[in-house]
């Protein structure tokens, strides 16, 4: 019943519905904030819809990014200071991330294609340090230039914050052990 009224939003403030955005994805992160309030260990949030609500960016990325730049600034605010103000940050981690970077020359479509050069990855709460940047880029945000962190390190640094094991494996189909953090190695500057 508790995870079943996380869905039930007309049960928050107008001003906190307004401060997530009253639109699908600030709805989105606001039941997920619901969630862990009700004893959710893990959700997700997919940015992908139809109609040009997704970040497929081969094409109209200046476009896109006026549209979801914002709302994203705006609910990801939101769950920060709302997770923060009800003492849930610090056990709560988040993880805002693509799946690949975008090359840094605009193509014919005015759009930027894949890169996975370069990418980006924001944690937060969840016995992260606070405010730490890891990894430099060129210029042009096409190359690493100091320290960087492939998704093999993100995958382990994600477990070892969670209280995972990032060396250990699981078998797959055939038996084989795969390991979970797929030869990464967590990333210490940013756990606290």
């Not at 004893?39 to 896109?64: Q, R, Y």
């Not at 340090?129 to 382990?156: I, L, N």
């Amino acid at each position: 019943s508790k995870t079943r009224g996380a869905f039930d939003l007309s049960q928050e403030p107008d001003v906190v519905r307004d401060r997530y955005g009253r639109n699908l994805w600030g709805s989105s992160v606001l039941i997920a904030r619901r969630l862990v309030e009700a004893g959710s260990t893990f959700i997700t949030v997919n940015w992908e819809a139809k109609n040009g609500s997704h970040w497929d960016l081969h094409g109209n990325n200046f476009g896109m990014l006026k549209s979801h730049l914002p709302q994203l600034d705006q609910l990801t605010k939101s769950l920060i200071l709302d997770l923060e103000e009800r003492g849930l940050l610090d056990s709560t981690l988040v993880v805002i991330m693509g799946e690949m970077g975008r090359t840094p020359r605009i193509n014919k479509n005015s759009g930027r294609d894949h890169w996975p050069q370069c990418g980006f990855s924001l944690l937060f709460g969840g016995g992260t340090k606070r405010g730490t940047v890891v990894g430099k880029t060129d210029s042009q945000a096409a190359y690493p230039t100091d320290r960087p962190v492939s998704a093999g390190d993100m995958a382990a640094t994600i477990y070892q914050l969670l209280g995972i094991d990032p060396a250990m494996t699981v078998n797959d189909l055939s038996g084989r052990p795969v390991h979970i953090g797929h030869g990464g190695e967590p990333v210490r500057e940013v756990i606290a």
